[in-house]
């Protein structure tokens, strides 16, 4: 199969499959260094633990969520639903930490509102759900406290968040308990999606 692939991708493909297919998710119940073979451990250190690799996955992230964001996202009021960011900070919250999964909401966040895929209220309906989606992930290292962590921080938190916000900036007649109920439709979906995705990864490894 390697013949196949240019070497710059057969890289890719051995720190996918390190990645995803060797255990190195704290949701495993192995220690990690046991889950790796040896030589991948060099892989492991130059690649995975490489703070600027996490940032350029960020931003990879960051840019797809721009990109498709004219297509997926939903008028709400004065809002604009987008489940797959949601699913994002999901993913950055487990794959590479809080500050890449806040910054990258930050990052798309912003460009959003330059081309107009989006309104101000991306900040509290992105940035809350993506701080405390990794927060949780970091202090228990189970799947399930990242997706809590983001309905709580986008749902719950952003949705109050953001009613003052749309009342002073936005000129928005609508109640707290609006954006409560609009951004927990596009977080639960995005959640949902992370959730099956990650789950399906993980039964795959196992299946090594």
Known sequence: MNKLFF?????????IKITFCEGIFPWQERNRRETIPKGADIFMKKYISSTLSKWIFAALLSAITIVMSPLFSLPVGVSRVYPLQHMVNIFLAVLCGTRYGVSAAFVTSSIRNMIGAGTILAYPGSMI????????????????????????????????????????????????????????????????????????????????
């Open 7 to 15: 070497p710059e991708q057969r890289d890719m493909m051995n720190l």
């Open 129 to 208: 759900g993506a701080w405390l989606s990794g927060y949780l992930y970091h202090k228990t290292g189970k799947l399930w406290a990242a997706v809590i962590g983001e309905l709580i921080g986008t749902s719950l938190i952003g949705g109050l968040v953001a009613y003052p916000v749309a009342l002073f900036l936005l000129g928005s007649d609508k109640g707290a308990f609006f954006f409560v109920i609009a951004f927990s439709l596009s977080c639960a979906t995005g959640c949902v999606i992370a959730y099956a995705i990650l789950q399906g990864l993980k039964w795959f490894s196992y299946q090594k």
